[in-house]
């Protein structure tokens, strides 16, 4: 079974810009959760969507916001970068939903977004 | 979501089994223990889990104490491909909060 899938690996944005970074969850996985990781914060939990619906969110300003399609993949999007959303983006996804439930999420390696 | 914390780092001779602690006093009758761990460049990977019994899978063992306060991660017999971030985190029906885990060195 293919594992999560994050696309793209590495990308390098200018402040004031705008970026869109992909996720495909494991086949059958409904939860799409997104992170953030920095050396500074450790990592800080996005939001989470299931059945095309955010259910949870975490303390991130409006410029990060996201969506999941009928097929359970999923895109988050940033705008207006900052030096400071310079960090690794991670995808996990998991049978059920609700955050964390009884089902272990499945983590991809990440979106490696640097900003200049 | 209940906080966990973990020592920040640790030592294990390679062969030798890798305990590693973990303390989540606040921690409520459904949400359960969850490791991770991660290698560097890489996202976290899920180990195992439980909720009150010990469990075991081909990966490790996950001791957990009677009042549910803290839990042990056992790595029976610790590689050098074991040298990672291990995090410990609780949860039920909540986001999710990673806390600053325990960097694992294996030493030949």
């Known amino acids: 079974k293919a594992g999560v899938t994050q696309t793209p690996r590495y990308l390098i944005k200018t402040r004031g810009q705008q970026v869109t970074l992909s996720c495909s969850p494991i086949?059958?996985?409904?939860?799409v959760s997104w992170y953030q990781q920095t050396p500074g914060q450790g990592l800080q939990f996005l939001f989470e969507?299931?059945?095309?619906?955010?259910?949870n969110k975490g303390n991130f300003p409006g410029r990060f916001s996201g969506r999941q399609f009928s097929n359970s993949r999923s895109e988050m999007n940033v705008s207006t970068l900052e030096l400071g959303d310079s960090a690794l983006y991670l995808c996990?996804?998991?049978?059920?939903?609700?955050?964390?439930?009884?089902?272990?999420?499945?983590f991809g390696d990440g979106t490696r977004l640097s900003i200049l | 979501d209940a906080k966990t914390t973990q020592p920040p780092s640790m030592d294990c001779a390679e062969g030798r089994a890798a305990n590693l602690p973990c303390n989540h006093s606040?921690?409520?009758?459904?949400?359960?223990v969850y490791w991770y761990r991660q290698i560097h460049s890489q996202g976290p990977q899920y180990i195992i889990h439980?909720?009150?019994n010990n469990e075991t899978n081909e990966m490790a063992s996950l001791i957990i104490t009677e009042d549910r306060k803290s839990s042990t991660l056992i790595l029976p017999h610790a590689t050098l491909r074991d040298t990672a971030v291990y995090y410990c985190?609780?949860?039920?029906?909540?986001?999710?909060?990673f806390g600053t885990g325990t960097k694992l060195q294996v030493i030949p």
């Open positions: 985190i609780v949860g039920g029906y909540q986001k999710v909060t």
């Open positions: 996990a996804s998991s049978l059920d939903g609700g955050g964390i439930s009884n089902q272990p999420q499945h």
């Open positions: 439980g909720l009150k």
């Open positions: 606040t921690i409520s009758g459904n949400e359960y």
């Open positions: 086949s059958g996985h409904r939860s």
């Open positions: 969507y299931f059945s095309e619906t955010q259910r």
